[in-house]
């Protein structure tokens, strides 16, 4: 049972601004940095976004992350076609003293 | 460029044990935290633990009593044993490396293997 909390689905056609919520507590979300990874069918997720603000070499600026509190938020701006997949946050969690990751959700590009 | 690599059986009987061997490649395992990672078909990510070039493990609770992660530093090698498996424990295994800022956690993954399925049956 995740213990990072996301909404199942998110679209947006394509140029438009699209925002993932990432709901937790504050033993993870709350005391530690948050991570995004994303993840094509098929394929190992990717690093998108770390330590709740930074891109990885060579992940386009239309991703951006942020926090307050106890949740994170994911955005894509100016979304396109390739950005269709599954997007994950996760953070260390200090009571589990355990990494958990979020329920996860799916990117569709109308 | 740091490269990961699973490897080990596909198919595991029920009540046996799961082994994986994770080869890193293109990098040093002498730093950083080396972690498995678990997705069952069409489900979310689950960390499993990690294990230090030093040693030091951590697991996690729910299932800190059925799992191993030990290394083989001279061979870039880490490895995973999950015994008395079920069919809950059918799933894409990752290895994945760990970034950490701060002793005993991981703050990220910044490299992942492609994965490994494995199915109990």
């Known amino acids: 049972q995740s213990v990072l909390t996301q909404p199942p689905s998110a679209s947006g056609t394509p140029g438009h601004r699209v925002t993932i919520s990432c709901s937790g507590s504050?033993?993870?979300?709350?005391?530690?940095?948050v991570n995004w990874y994303q993840q094509f069918p098929g394929t190992a997720p990717k690093l998108l976004i770390h330590?709740?603000?930074k891109r990885p070499a060579g992940v386009p600026d239309r991703f951006s992350g942020s926090k307050s509190g106890t949740s994170a938020s994911l955005a894509i701006s100016g979304l396109q076609s390739e950005d269709e997949a599954d997007y994950y946050c996760?953070?260390?969690?200090?009571?589990?003293?355990?990494?958990?990751f979020g329920t996860g959700t799916k990117v569709t590009v109308l | 460029q740091v490269q990961l690599q699973e490897s080990g059986p596909g198919l595991v009987k029920p009540s046996e044990t799961l082994s994986l061997t994770c080869t890193v490649s293109?990098?040093?395992?002498?730093?950083?935290?080396w972690n498995w990672i678990r997705q069952p078909p069409g489900k979310g990510l689950e960390w499993i633990g990690y294990?230090?070039?030093?040693?030091?493990?951590k697991y996690n609770s729910s299932l800190q009593s059925r799992v191993t992660i030990s290394v083989e530093t001279s061979k870039t090698q880490f490895s995973l044993d999950l015994k008395s498996v079920t069919a809950a424990d059918t799933a894409v295994y990752y290895c994945?490396?760990?970034?950490?800022?701060?002793?005993?956690?991981?703050?990220?993954?910044?490299?992942w293997g492609q994965g490994a399925l494995v199915t109990v049956s």
């Open positions: 994945a490396r760990g970034v950490s800022y701060v002793v005993g956690t991981v703050r990220f993954f910044d490299y």
């Open positions: 293109g990098g040093s395992i002498n730093s950083h935290y």
């Open positions: 294990i230090s070039d030093s040693g030091t493990s």
């Open positions: 504050n033993s993870n979300i709350g005391i530690n940095t």
């Open positions: 330590s709740t603000d």
């Open positions: 996760a953070a260390w969690d200090d009571s589990l003293d355990g990494y958990v």
